[in-house]
C-alpha cells in the first residue's frame, strides 16, 4: 500500500507537505512574493471563493434539472423551437443580448494579435512532450514531409529504416513548389536555380517578385547560410549547404543542386501547457509535476533525458534564432512557441489542499495562483511573454455567471501577487452549450483581459447530449457534424470574435486534428480553418504543425474577416437545433456497430488513464487507425452510449458484452503498442473484469453517465484513478 499522505496546517489550510515543500522552495524563491503572502492570500481567496464556486455547480444542476423536466413534460408533442426557445429565455439559460461593444484587451504578444498559425495542445505532465512543443515554433519542412504520408510511398519512394534519395528528391521537389507558391522569383523559379544566391551591395543576385518578403541572413565563413523570408507574416528559413560534394546516397550529404539542405518554417506559433483534458492529475503528487514542469518552462531551464536509437539525448529549450538584415541591422526571433496554460474547469476539487471545514479546494483556483505565480519567474527574463502577460485559457464554463467567477479569481490572484489589473489574460474555450449561446455575453464580461475564444467540437457535443437528454435518442456519432447546430456553432464563433473587436488583437481559434498518421488528409480539410476565419487551430504534433502553417501562408486570415464581417450572423434557431433521432429506423448491425465503436475509443482510452496516468494518448480505433483521444472524445462516446441506453435503443446486458469484446482488443492492441514502454507494464482486462479498476471506470461512465455532472468524465475517472492509486505498491 502506498504511505499515506502527510499535511501541514498553515492559515486555516491542510495542505499536502508535497505541494507545501514545491510552493515554499521551488515556486515562490525568486518572485518577490513572501511565503506568508502567498499562504494568507491563496487560504482568504479559497474560504471566500469555495461558496461561490459551489453554488455555480449548484446553478448547473439546477438548470439541468428543468431542462429534463421541460422534455419529460413535452414528451410525444411536437417540438416548438420558438416555445423551448422562451422557456430557455425563463429559466435565465438564454440570455438577453446586450449592445455591441470591442474587447480592451491590453500588453497582447505579437503571437496572439497578429500573427496566424497553428497551435499546439500538449500535456502539462510531460516534459519530453512540453519541450517538443515549445520548440515546435521552428519545424523542418523536409523532415515533415518525408515521415508524413504527404510523399506517398509509390515508385520507390518508401520511407524505409534509412535515407531514401528517391524519396527525398521527391520532397525536394515539392519543396521548390512550395517555394514558387509562397515567396515567387521574377520571372524565374526555384526549380531552375542551381547555385546558392549571395549578397553582394545589400541586394541579393536573385530577383523576388515581392522584394520586401527579404528579411534577412546568415553568413558562415563569408557565404550565405541562410535567407529568411516572411509571407502572410510567417516566416521561412532557406538554409544552404556549401558542401562541395553531391552525395546522392548519403544522408549526411547533399542531393539538392541547389545545395538547400533545409527549409524551415515558422509553425507552432503558441502552445497550450494543458492541465486539464490531456493529463491525469489526482493529488498533491501529480499536481505538483504539472506545476514543477511549468515553473521550469517560466525559468527556462526545464530539460528531458530520454534514449534515442541507443544514444542519451538531453533535450532543452531552443535558443532565439539571430539573422542579419540587408542594412546589416541585427534581427532577434523568438526561437519558441508563446507558451499559454490551460488551467481546471470550475467542476473539480483536489485533496492536495483541504480547507478548514475539511473540504477539498477548488482545483480551479489553485491552478490560477500556482501557475501565475510561475509566470513571475518570466517577467524577469522575457523568455516567453515579452509584454509581461499571463496567458490563461479557462474551459468547461457554462454561460456569462461562470466567466464572471473566472474574472473574480483572477482578480483575487492578481492582488495576491501584486500584479497590474487585468495582467491575467484569460481564454475562454467555447465548448459548452450555454457559453456557445450567450458567447457574446460571455466575452462581455471579460472584455479587458479575454485574449482567446476557440470551439470544442467534441466537448460541446457531450454537453449537446447530456443537455438534451430527455427529449430523445440522438443521432449517430458520425452524423453530429452534418447536424444543423454544427454549423451554426462554428460560424457563431467566428461571428462573435469578429463584432467584438477580435481581429488583430485576440485569437479565433478551431479545434483538434484528431489523426496524428493521416497528414495529407489533413492538409485536404484543415485548410477550412483559415478559410473560416480562425487565426489559429489546433494540430496533434510538431509535424503537424509545420504542414498546418503552410495553409496560413495560403490564406490571408486578417483579410479574410473584412469579408466574413459582412455575412448574415448565424442563427441562433439552428445552435438550438437538437440533433435528436425521433424515429430511428437503424438496423441492429448499424447499432453494434456505433457501440462498438464508442466503446472501442472509451476502453482504449480510460485503461491508459486509470492504470497508466496518461490523459492523452494515440489510441487504435476499431478499424486500426490512431485518434487522439482525451476527456473530450470520452465525454462524447460514453454520453452518447448513456443516451441510447436510457431510450432503449440498446440494453444494458448488449453494452456490456460489446464492452468486454472490445476490451480483448484493446488489451491485445496496448500489449502490441511500442508507445506503451516506459510505462507501469500493461495490466490486461480481460478475462478477469471484475479485478479492473479501469474496466469498471468504463462501464460506470457509460452505465452512469446519465447522472454525472454536466456528463463529464473527470469525477469517475478521478476516483477510480485513486483506487488503483492506493492499491499500487
Not at 499535511?7 to 518577490?32: A, H, Q, R
Not at 497550450?272 to 525559468?299: F, P, Q, T
Not at 489553485?366 to 479557462?394: E, P
Request: charged share 25%; proline share 4%.
Amino acid at each position: 500500500m502506498k504511505k499515506k499522505e502527510k499535511f501541514t496546517k498553515i492559515y486555516d489550510l491542510s495542505v499536502s507537505n508535497v505541494l507545501l515543500n514545491f510552493i515554499n522552495i521551488e515556486l515562490l524563491p525568486g518572485t518577490g512574493i513572501s511565503k506568508k503572502r502567498f499562504w494568507k492570500g491563496l487560504s482568504r481567496t479559497l474560504h471566500n471563493l469555495s461558496p461561490k464556486n459551489k453554488k455555480i455547480l449548484e446553478t448547473r444542476e439546477k438548470i439541468q434539472k428543468s431542462i429534463d423536466s421541460f422534455h419529460l413534460e413535452k414528451k410525444g408533442k411536437k417540438f416548438s423551437l420558438s416555445e423551448y426557445k422562451n422557456f430557455l429565455k425563463k429559466i435565465n439559460y438564454l440570455k438577453k443580448t446586450g449592445p455591441n461593444f470591442k474587447i480592451k484587451t491590453k500588453n497582447v504578444d505579437k503571437e496572439i494579435s497578429s500573427i496566424c498559425g497553428p497551435q499546439l495542445v500538449c500535456p502539462v505532465s510531460n516534459a519530453r512532450f512540453l519541450l517538443n512543443a515549445a520548440n515546435a515554433r521552428w519545424v523542418s519542412l523536409y523532415d515533415s514531409l518525408y515521415g508524413s504520408n504527404i510523399i506517398p510511398e509509390i515508385k520507390g519512394a518508401l520511407k524505409g529504416k534509412t535515407y531514401n534519395p528517391i524519396r527525398g528528391k521527391k520532397v525536394i521537389e515539392y519543396a521548390r513548389n512550395l517555394l514558387d507558391k509562397y515567396i515567387p522569383l521574377k520571372n524565374n523559379s526555384w526549380k531552375n536555380l542551381n547555385a546558392i544566391p549571395s549578397i553582394k551591395n545589400g541586394k541579393l543576385n536573385i530577383e523576388l517578385k515581392y522584394k520586401k518578403q527579404l528579411i534577412g541572413f546568415r553568413k558562415e565563413k563569408g557565404k550565405i547560410s541562410c535567407l529568411l523570408f516572411k509571407n502572410n507574416n510567417l516566416h521561412i528559413d532557406i538554409i544552404f549547404d556549401h558542401n562541395e560534394k553531391l552525395e546522392i546516397n548519403n544522408p549526411e550529404g547533399n542531393q539538392d543542386p541547389l545545395k538547400i539542405h533545409d527549409v524551415i518554417l515558422e509553425s507552432a506559433i503558441s502552445t497550450i501547457c494543458d492541465h486539464e483534458d490531456s493529463v491525469a492529475a489526482v493529488d498533491a503528487e501529480d499536481k505538483v509535476i504539472g506545476y514543477r514542469n511549468w515553473l521550469l518552462l517560466m525559468k527556462g531551464s526545464l530539460s528531458a533525458k530520454f534514449s534515442k536509437k541507443g544514444k542519451v539525448i538531453i533535450r532543452t529549450l531552443n535558443s532565439d534564432r539571430e539573422y542579419q538584415s540587408i542594412k546589416n541591422h541585427k534581427i532577434t526571433l523568438h526561437g519558441r512557441s508563446l507558451l499559454l496554460n490551460r488551467n481546471v474547469g470550475h467542476l473539480m476539487t483536489n485533496h492536495a489542499i483541504l480547507l478548514k471545514d475539511g473540504s477539498e479546494c477548488p482545483e480551479g483556483i489553485l491552478d490560477a495562483f500556482i501557475t501565475s505565480a510561475a509566470c513571475l519567474h518570466d517577467f524577469k527574463r522575457k523568455g516567453n511573454s515579452r509584454t509581461n502577460s499571463i496567458y490563461i485559457v479557462k474551459p468547461k464554463m457554462h454561460g456569462p455567471e461562470e466567466c464572471e467567477f473566472t474574472n473574480l479569481i483572477f482578480e483575487k490572484v492578481e492582488k495576491v501577487l501584486k500584479l497590474k489589473r487585468n495582467q491575467i489574460l484569460c481564454g475562454i474555450m467555447d465548448e459548452e452549450r450555454r457559453t456557445s449561446t450567450n458567447l457574446k455575453e460571455c466575452i462581455r464580461v471579460l472584455k479587458n483581459r479575454v485574449f482567446f475564444i476557440n470551439t470544442g467540437f467534441l466537448d460541446r457535443t457531450g454537453d449537446e447530449i447530456h443537455t438534451s437528454m430527455e427529449i430523445g435518442p440522438m443521432v449517430l456519432k458520425g452524423d453530429m457534424k452534418s447536424t444543423d447546430w454544427i454549423k451554426a456553432y462554428e460560424n457563431n464563433n467566428v461571428d462573435v470574435g469578429l463584432l467584438c473587436g477580435f481581429s488583430g488583437k485576440a485569437q479565433i481559434g478551431k479545434g483538434m486534428w484528431a489523426m496524428p498518421d493521416l497528414l495529407k488528409e489533413m492538409m485536404s480539410q484543415k485548410i477550412l480553418h483559415p478559410l473560416s476565419g480562425a487565426n489559429c487551430a489546433w494540430v496533434p504534433s510538431p509535424t503537424a504543425a509545420s504542414l498546418h502553417a503552410l495553409h496560413y501562408h495560403e490564406v490571408n486570415v486578417f483579410s479574410l474577416h473584412q469579408k466574413i464581417k459582412k455575412r448574415k450572423a448565424a442563427n441562433i434557431d439552428h445552435l438550438l437545433t437538437i440533433p435528436v433521432e425521433y424515429n430511428p429506423k437503424w438496423s441492429k448491425d448499424i447499432i453494434e456497430k456505433e457501440i462498438k465503436n464508442n466503446c472501442q475509443g472509451i476502453l482504449g482510452y480510460v485503461v491508459r488513464w486509470i492504470d497508466q496516468s496518461v490523459g492523452c494518448s494515440k489510441v487504435p480505433d476499431i478499424n486500426g487507425v490512431g485518434l487522439m483521444e482525451d476527456r473530450a472524445t470520452c465525454r462524447i462516446s460514453s454520453q452518447l452510449i448513456a443516451n441510447w441506453l436510457h431510450h432503449g435503443v440498446c440494453s444494458k446486458k448488449q453494452v456490456l458484452e460489446i464492452m468486454k469484446k472490445m476490451a480483448k482488443i484493446v488489451d491485445y492492441q496496448n500489449l502490441r503498442d511500442q508507445s506503451m514502454k516506459g510505462q507501469d507494464p500493461y495490466q490486461p482486462m480481460a478475462p478477469h473484469f471484475e479485478k479492473s479498476v479501469a474496466f469498471k471506470a468504463a462501464c460506470d461512465l457509460v452505465f452512469h453517465g446519465k447522472y454525472q455532472p454536466s456528463g463529464y468524465t473527470e469525477p469517475l475517472l478521478h476516483f477510480n484513478r485513486l483506487v488503483k492509486k492506493s492499491v499500487s505498491i
